[in-house]
């Protein structure tokens, strides 16, 4: 499986953004999958999860409410939509996969994505 994750760029605070990540070789409705990040100087943190079957989600207390994890129609799309973007949300933001039916909060994903990175100004 491949991931390629897209989307990253300058966002002011209180603005949004969306995440894609592109999946070929295998579709997401046979993986769980998740959007981590990882700011300067800090450890891979998990954002948001979804599993396999898609009735299920994950987000981490720092952004539940703000963004939004879901999946494509076409079900090799993942996408992570960011509202009310915090300068602390600045971070390379990577896409990942695992044939895990549970979404893992540490950075224990077999496919990963190579990052796209998010900046947000304040």
């Known amino acids: 499986v491949q991931l390629q994750a897209s989307g990253g760029g300058l966002v002011q605070a209180g603005g949004s953004r969306r995440l894609s990540c592109a999946a070929s070789?295998?579709?997401?409705?046979?993986?769980?999958i998740a959007w981590f990040r990882q700011a300067p100087g800090k450890e891979r943190e998990i954002v948001a999860g979804?599993?396999?079957?898609?009735?299920?989600?994950y987000y981490a207390d720092s952004v539940k409410g703000r963004f939004t994890i879901s999946r494509g129609n076409a079900k090799t799309m993942l996408y992570l939509q960011m509202n009310s973007l915090k300068p602390e949300d600045t971070a390379v933001y990577y896409c990942?996969?695992?044939?895990?039916?549970?979404?893992?909060?540490?950075?224990?994903?077999?496919?990963w994505g190579q990052g796209t990175l998010v900046t947000v100004s304040s």
């Open positions: 990942a996969a695992d044939p895990s039916p549970y979404v893992y909060i540490n950075p224990r994903y077999s496919y």
């Open positions: 070789g295998r579709a997401f409705s046979d993986l769980t």
């Open positions: 979804i599993i396999r079957s898609g009735i299920s989600t």
